[in-house]
């Protein structure tokens, strides 16, 4: 059986440029999410 979290949407942190992925937590705003983590966002 394949997994289902193989096909998410993927950006990549304005930041440290690495690239990360859709998370439940950003379902409602993911067109605003620029970051990776909160420490991306307040070293930005």
């Known amino acids: 059986m394949a997994h289902k979290k193989q096909h998410l949407p ?3 942190c304005n ?9 439940k937590k950003w379902e409602k705003n993911w067109e605003e999410v ?11």
């Open 10 to 12: 993927s950006k990549i």
């Open 15 to 23: 930041t440290c440029g690495l690239p990360f992925t859709w998370r």
């Open 34 to 44: 620029k970051y990776c983590s909160e420490r991306c966002r307040r070293n930005k």
